[in-house]
Nanobody, 115 residues
Framework: QVHLVESGGGLVQPGDSLTLSCAAS????????MGWYRQSPGKQRELVAS???????NYGDSVKGRFTISRDNAKNLVYLQMNSLEPEDTAAYYC?????????WGEGTLVTVSS
């Protein structure tokens, strides 16, 4: 079974930076898309950023210019560098892996941005 484990969440102040990490384990194709989604109370889960094995990225409009996704294909790791964090970024952040018909989610890591 494919397993995703997020780490790096925590409490930060507005304007701070934070980096999330996601480690993937198990059997899955090396051709895939990994990314980050987030969900806060009262809102639907939304795309934050995603990246294919080949480096094609997509970002949610609200994080463009502030967040950067990266990945280490050899180590099956994906990162999310978050800069200039705002209270609106407060959410549970979920790592995601898509490959063929496979759609796997991590359990999430909480990011709280508050003064």
């Amino acid at each position: 079974q494919v397993h995703l484990v997020e780490s790096g969440g925590g409490l930060v102040q507005p304007g701070d930076s934070l980096t999330l990490s996601c480690a993937a384990s198990g059997r899955f194709s090396r051709v895939n898309t990994m990314g980050w989604y987030r969900q806060s109370p009262g809102k639907q889960r939304e795309l934050v950023a995603s990246m294919t094995t080949f480096g094609i990225t997509n970002y949610g409009d609200s994080v463009k210019g502030r967040f950067t996704i990266s990945r280490d294909n050899a180590k099956n790791l994906v990162y999310l560098q978050m800069n200039s964090l705002e209270p609106e970024d407060t959410a549970a952040y979920y790592c995601n892996l898509k490959s063929g018909g496979m759609n796997i989610w991590g359990e999430g890591t909480l990011v709280t941005v508050s003064s």
